[in-house]
Nanobody
């Protein structure tokens, strides 16, 4: 089965940091963009960050820009998302998925994982 396995979610206090990981299972990442998405309780899934494969360029949503870093290690088939200065509104299930480029629409991303829960207490 082609999917990601996410990890690193936790219960943290506001102001803390987390480093999330997603590892591809059944396929390699070296020619794919990888996006991180999140679904807050009772809300729709939204894009958080994305990293391209060809030039390694990255993109961030306004909600995490300036306090997040997405990176990739193709040798480990893994993409990371570091979020600092966590806010209660960052509480969500975080998942990753792949696409040819970061410019693809969310519905065109594939191989979604089960996600990892991030809970930020105030």
């Amino acid at each position: 089965q082609l999917q990601f396995v996410e990890s690193g979610g936790d219960l943290v206090h506001a102001g803390g940091s987390l480093r999330l990981s997603c590892t591809a299972s059944g396929f390699t990442l070296d020619d794919k963009a990888v996006g991180w998405f999140r679904q807050p309780p009772g809300k729709l899934t939204e894009g958080v960050a994305c990293i391209n494969s060809r030039d390694g360029s990255s993109h961030y949503s306004d909600s995490v820009s300036g306090r997040s870093t997405i990176s990739r290690d193709d040798a480990k088939n893994t993409v990371y998302l570091q979020i600092d200065s966590l806010l209660p509104e960052d509480t969500a299930i975080y998942s990753c998925a792949a696409a040819p480029t970061c410019q693809e629409a969310q519905q065109d991303f594939h191989s979604w994982g089960q996600g990892t829960q991030v809970t930020v207490s105030s």
